[in-house]
């Protein structure tokens, strides 16, 4: 019996799974990996982490299934798109990984705006000019890391420097060179006058390669560290946010599917894109569809800061010892009013992605006074960033993209009163997905159709079945009303303050 190994190179963990075509999860483990923002909006990571939490991933999933390494017929990798590694000559790191959501590159979007026509690069790319753009972080280096630059052999994303690792084949995905800026929609091929905008040699970028294409075999190096077989054959692979929508069953128009992850992904199926600059484009895993999408820099993620830099001490009842801190706030927050007790929060604490596309933005808590507590603000926090994903909905509307259900999914379906804040929010029901164990799974099917092993692309979808449907409250409409308008007033005017407080740093 084949069995796929999946892959996912996330923001927080990486994780592996093993399945089989009979829509069998055999097993699932995880590492945790360490994000590091050494300056206000910058989002580093160590690709070696990544390789090492591969290498011990690899040998829990074969024991806990009770497989052999030979048992294992394909593998794929997932990941964040589109993440920045750079390889020098001698294919040594040169420095740790530019994560999509670094916003330390708002000059340079700047340059590229004046340089070229934004309607038409949009046309060409299917994605407006902003921070993610892969040849502003080339221009920062360019300037900030003249050595580096120089230095610089190999440019890849996330799941190309493990698939490299394993193989030693060098290719980049196409939705990483779609979101990076350096392939045209309409051919799906590296356009050199895109390319010539990061000032480098279009050499340095490898091979372009569709998601279930086999690209390589796992070498006897990547075998003896990671206990895999030699000449196991490695998909291109897939990113993460598409790989996950993809398994949820997002392959209609009106499908929508918010990830309630470290950050904040909201994805739509299509099989007409019309590009604005508001979301980002990448092809959907499913040939012939389209998959408009946002993101939002900070999310689950912005949680854990809370919890790890204000709320740390907060205990749980007494007796509840296995209570987490973040439950433990859930359960405050549920006696807190829809409001927040007048608290409000933007969520734009690494900056923001979609739809505002500002480095500069930063987090605020506004409304504070002193008759305030944690659970007012958490729930604050909560409700800023579900109205973030409302701002995307309202644009995906003013698009025409149709909205016709939401699915929810990843670690923060967890939190019911978030789940219920969402759908409050929202104005729509949301569907929580269960035994959704996330990218990987996308990663691990893309395996299995890459060798052949299995032809239906539907069938991922198999493996995952729905979870409760939370209705909105009604009585909630009006107020949310007034304070997702509120929301939107405050980042407004704001704005000009956080471009020059920026500029002062």
Avoid at 38 to 52: K, R, T, V, Y
Avoid at 134 to 143: D, G, I, Q
Wanted: aromatic residues 8%; hydrophobic residues 45%; glycine residues 10%.
């Amino acid at each position: 019996m084949p069995l796929f190994l999946g892959l996912d190179i996330g923001t927080t963990s990486t994780i592996g799974i093993l399945i089989d075509h009979t829509n069998r999860v055999l097993a699932t483990t995880s590492c945790p990996v360490q994000l590091s923002s050494p300056h206000a909006g910058w989002a580093e990571e160590d690709p070696q982490q990544w390789w090492a939490n591969v290498c011990a991933i690899v040998p829990r999933v074969l024991e806990t299934a009770r497989c052999r390494a030979h048992d294992i017929s394909a593998i794929g990798v997932t990941g964040m798109v589109p993440a920045l590694i750079l390889l020098d000559e001698n294919d040594r790191l040169l420095r740790p990984s530019i994560q999509q959501s670094d916003g330390r590159s708002g000059a340079e979007v700047s340059e590229i705006t004046a340089e070229v026509v934004p309607e038409d690069f949009l046309k060409t790319t299917g994605n407006g000019i902003n921070q993610q753009l892969v040849a502003t972080k080339l221009r920062w280096l360019e300037r900030h890391e003249p050595d580096v630059f120089r230095r610089i052999s190999t440019i890849f994303g996330s799941y190309d420097f493990i698939n490299w690792k394993l193989t030693g084949t060098r290719s980049i995905e196409q939705n990483w060179a779609l979101e990076a800026g350096f392939l045209s929609l309409e051919t799906r091929a590296l356009a050199p006058d895109l390319i010539a905008l990061a000032h480098i040699d279009p050499a340095l970028l490898p091979a372009v390669r569709m998601s279930h294409d086999i690209v390589g075999e796992v070498t006897r190096e990547a075998a003896t560290e990671t206990g895999l077989k030699e000449g196991t054959p490695v998909v291109a692979g897939c990113a993460d946010h598409v790989a996950s929508a993809y398994v949820a069953g997002v392959v209609e128009a009106g499908d929508i599917l918010i990830k309630f992850g470290g950050a904040g992904d909201i994805l739509a199926a299509t099989p007409q894109i019309r590009p604005d600059p508001r979301l980002f484009t990448d092809f959907h895993i499913v040939p012939g569809l389209f998959m408009p999408n946002g993101c939002m820099a900070s999310t689950g993620a912005l949680l854990n800061w809370f919890v790890a830099e204000i709320a740390g001490n907060v205990a749980a009842e007494p007796g509840a010892d296995k209570t987490t801190t973040h439950a433990h706030l859930d359960t405050l927050a549920e006696n807190v009013p829809p409001g927040a007790n007048g608290v409000l929060v933007l969520p734009y604490f690494l900056g923001e992605k979609t739809p505002i596309h500002d480095p500069f933005a930063r987090g605020t808590f506004t409304g504070l006074g002193l008759n305030n507590t944690m659970a007012d603000m958490w729930r604050a926090l909560l409700e800023g960033t579900c109205f973030g994903f409302r701002h995307h909905i309202e644009v995906m509307r003013d698009i025409g993209y149709p909205v016709r259900r939401i699915l929810a999914s990843d670690g923060g379906t967890a939190s019911r009163i978030w789940m219920q804040i969402a759908a409050d929010i929202l104005g729509m029901p949301v569907q929580l997905l269960a035994n959704h164990p996330g990218s990987c799974l996308g990663a691990a099917w893309l395996a299995g159709i890459g060798i052949g092993a299995v032809s239906d692309w539907a069938g991922v979808n198999r493996f995952i079945d729905e979870g409760p449907l939370i209705s909105p409250n009604p009585q909630t409409g009006d107020l949310y009303d007034t304070r997702y308008a509120q929301y939107r007033q405050l980042y407004e005017r704001l704005c000009p303050l956080f471009s020059d407080m920026a500029q002062g740093q």
